[in-house]
């Protein structure tokens, strides 16, 4: 049974679900074939959608600091990992491992997270 609000609804679906598809880039920025691994110093934890920001400095050959922001997956895939808001402080010494930005800009798409020396889980059990 069709209302007079069928159709508009069905067209309005129509025109936005192809924004939500092509809105989300996924790991489209970044070159996933050469992993590549950091050493920094926390300086931001951003646990927010769509995806979790981990800004932080590392030092390069020369002792220069360069600020440095890596991308993770949704707060709500890293929950169901065991993270938390708290996972990531100020301060705290990483290692990340992942993909760097195809720009060559310092930026992280992270597959991998190693704070304190402790190994943090990227993804959640099977």
Known sequence: ???KWTRPALAALLLVAPCRVIAHHGQ???DMTKPVTVTGTVTEFQFVNPHCIV???VKDEKGATERWQ???TSPNRLVRAGWN???LK???RITLA???AKSGAPSL???KVTVNGHELKTAPSH
């Open 55 to 57: 800004l932080f400095d």
């Open 1 to 3: 049974m069709q209302t």
């Open 90 to 92: 100020v301060g705290d």
């Open 70 to 72: 890596g991308e993770l």
């Open 85 to 87: 808001v708290q996972s």
């Open 98 to 100: 992942g993909a760097r």
């Open 28 to 30: 489209a920025a970044y």
């Open 109 to 111: 798409y992270i597959t």
